[in-house]
């Protein structure tokens, strides 16, 4: 058994519940370790959850990578129409990055799906019609 | 620069319009052995081609020849998807961007292909360049049905002689090629691939040889000897190597079989040599036991025998309607110590149509091809036997088997009757006339020559140790005098009444002129 089935098993268990209901979940799940002979892995426990939430806010994130901090403004409008046009999820954040090698343009990357209008693949794509 | 050049490059540039492109990714979470873990690729299919972001973070010069690492979808889990990685796998790093191609995996197929060699994908790998390809079909693809096939009625001519008598094979047959190893297996079918050559061109079938988990330097002989005997001029040669990914050589024989398919849906006949599926099985093993997928028996996979059925399967002789081409798989399999009856062993024998057995003990006794007549057998392919074969090899499987029966009784016995010892020198004399040595494979109308002289009873008069003499004069004798009856049995693929007459003389006619070959 893993310290990180535990954990996830953990997080499913307490989504959406109160304070008071997250105390008798925890209270069941300390019964639960105990009972398997697992209470070793309780030390590990909460670096798993931490890790469980990194994780799940990286997936709420959504990057915009640019050029440079000059075109940003330009391409946050790209990411608004976007956002409005409902294909990133309600609860996104933006995180803004610049990446010199893109060129121009702009990509928008989320856990899932990438919206990229670089100049780098644009150009990539040129030189790839040219030589084939 | 060539200025033809330049104005395309021109008219690109002011063509360019960077577009918007809405592509599902994924992000690389573990990768090691060949396999990686992904993250997200949200409606991932199964065996869809999979692209990793290799040029993330380079300059445009450094990206412009990068080659892309490619992989395919194998697992598709709750929260992760799993892939295997066809190569370039020390590239790939954690964190990494993964697109979704949203196509399963396919390769390029070309008629172009013929005479060249290609890896498990398609690409060339022997330096002659590019091949233009006619498009591409997906690397897996569910077999034909019962409506779309017909009966297998043509006979695939192996050119050795025990084999073309006794076990035949037909076009869109599957016969199972098994023996311990250093038996003879891949000369069998490099004989069978360079026998091809003495059939008309417009019947010819296209062979395809897949060596999967070879060393590199026998699939480089074996190309040069295809090479050197013309016979590349017909072949495909598709090459997954020892030092190959295990995901490349599960994939080789998937790929020979769309290579014959393409062919086939030509209304073309084609053959194909997967060397050998048990290395593809055991690539297979490793794949799975990465994949953390439940291991079985002898740790193989719960779906292993469908592996091998969906690849056989595909073997097929089509109805007319669907051009009646013709796919014919010659599968190998290597068995440790000739048991036949080991996991692999006795799956492919089950999916195959027949089997060439091949025992160490008879090669040991210098019986090349070392075919165990007892053992082989084909199910479909003396339905695909011509008129002349089957007029002349009736008798001999009977005679061979009595012959062995009494061989091991003789052992023990220390008088014989005169009968059984005439039957026992006759089954030695057939034995000696069945041997054949490597990369000389005969043509059909000269196997029903030599095995009809010896059913007829023209051997009996032949010392055992000069069979091999006797053969060479006899085919000497009709070359020069006797075409007419060779060249009958060609066009005919018969013995008429006619030409049997003709070749009851001729033979007559030999036996005066070569009596020093017979006993008086």
Redesign the interface.
């Known amino acids: 058994m893993k310290a990180s089935w535990y954990a996830e098993a953990l997080t499913e268990a307490l989504s959406g519940k109160n304070e008071k209901e997250a105390e008798k979940v925890l209270a069941r799940f300390y019964e639960v370790i105990k009972a398997h002979g697992h209470t070793g892995l309780l030390p590990f426990i909460p670096a798993e959850l931490e890790k469980i939430e990194v994780r799940a806010q990286a997936h709420r994130e959504a990057i915009l990578v640019t050029a440079d901090t000059k075109s940003r403004t330009k391409w946050v409008h790209a990411y608004d129409h976007y956002f409005t046009e409902a294909l990133l999820p309600l609860d996104t954040t933006r995180r803004d990055i610049v990446d010199e090698t893109i060129i121009g343009g702009y990509q928008i990357r989320t856990k899932d799906l990438l919206i990229d209008s670089s100049y780098k693949r644009s150009l990539i794509e040129l030189y790839q019609n040219i030589t084939n | 620069m060539n200025t033809i050049?330049i104005e395309?490059?021109r008219k690109?540039?002011e063509a360019?319009?960077?577009?918007?492109?809405?592509?599902?990714?994924?992000?690389v979470v573990k990768a090691g052995d060949g396999i990686a873990e992904i993250?997200?690729?949200?409606d991932a299919m199964m065996a869809e081609m999979v692209v990793f972001e290799t040029?993330e973070?380079?300059?445009?010069k450094d990206?412009?020849d990068h080659e892309p690492v490619v992989g395919f979808v194998l697992n598709l889990e709750e929260d992760f998807v799993k892939t295997v990685i066809l190569s370039g796998a020390e590239r790939i790093r954690e964190g990494m961007?993964v697109?979704g191609t949203g196509k399963t995996l396919s390769i390029p197929v070309s008629s172009a292909m013929v005479g060249r060699v290609v890896n498990a994908l398609g690409e060339p790998i022997d330096g002659k360049g590019a091949i233009k390809e006619e498009g591409r079909l997906p690397i897996e693809r569910i077999a034909f049905g019962v409506i779309d096939r017909s009966g297998v009625d043509t006979p695939l001519h192996t050119g050795i002689k025990a084999i073309d008598a006794m076990v035949p094979i037909g076009r869109g047959q599957r016969e199972l090629i098994i023996g311990d190893r250093g038996t003879g297996k891949t000369a069998i079918a490099l004989d069978t691939i360079l026998n091809q050559g003495s059939e008309p061109k417009e019947t010819r079938p296209i062979c395809i040889y897949v060596a999967i988990g070879q060393k590199e330097s026998k699939v480089a002989r074996i190309v040069g000897d295809l090479e050197e005997r013309g016979a590349m001029a017909y072949t495909i040669v598709v090459v997954a190597g020892a030092s190959d990914p295990a995901a490349m050589q599960y994939l080789a024989p998937f790929t020979g079989a769309t290579i014959g398919e393409f062919f086939m849906l030509k209304g073309q006949d084609a053959l194909v040599v997967y060397d050998d599926l048990s290395k593809h099985a055991v690539a297979y093993r490793q794949m799975s036991l990465l994949l953390r997928r439940p291991p079985g028996r002898e740790a193989y996979p719960g779906d292993i025998f469908y592996l091998h059925s969906r690849l056989l399967e595909r073997s097929a002789k089509l109805s007319a309607k669907l051009g009646g081409g013709s796919l014919t798989a010659l599968p190998i399999i290597e068995t440790q110590q000739g048991d036949v009856s080991a996991y692999i062993p006795t799956n492919v024998i089950s999916i195959t149509d027949g089997q060439i057995y091949l025992d160490t003990d008879l090669f040991n006794k210098d019986m090349r091809p070392a075919i165990n007549v007892g053992l082989s057998v084909s199910r479909v392919g003396s339905a695909a036997q011509t008129k002349a074969m089957k007029k002349v090899a009736g008798k001999i499987r009977l005679e061979l088997a009595q012959f062995r029966e009494l061989e091991a009784f003789m052992q023990f016995a220390s008088d014989l009757d005169k009968e059984t010892k005439d039957r026992i020198e006759k089954g030695r004399r057939l034995s000696e006339l069945l041997k054949q040595p490597n990369g000389h494979p005969s043509s059909f109308e000269k196997e029903v020559l030599a095995i009809y002289a010896g059913v007829s009873g023209l051997i009996d008069g032949v010392k055992v140790e000069d069979m091999r003499l006797f053969e060479t004069k006899l085919m000497e004798y009709f070359d020069h005098h006797a075409a007419g009856v060779i060249e009958a049995m060609r066009t005919e693929r018969a013995i008429s009444d006619a030409t049997e007459a003709e070749l009851k003389a001729a033979l007559a006619s030999f036996k005066s002129v070569h009596h020093e070959l017979f006993i008086a």
Request: glycine share 10%; net charge positive.
């Open positions: 050049l395309k490059i690109e540039i360019l319009e960077p577009k918007t492109k809405v592509e599902r990714i994924g992000t993250e997200g690729l949200k040029t973070g380079k300059a445009l990206a412009l961007v697109r």
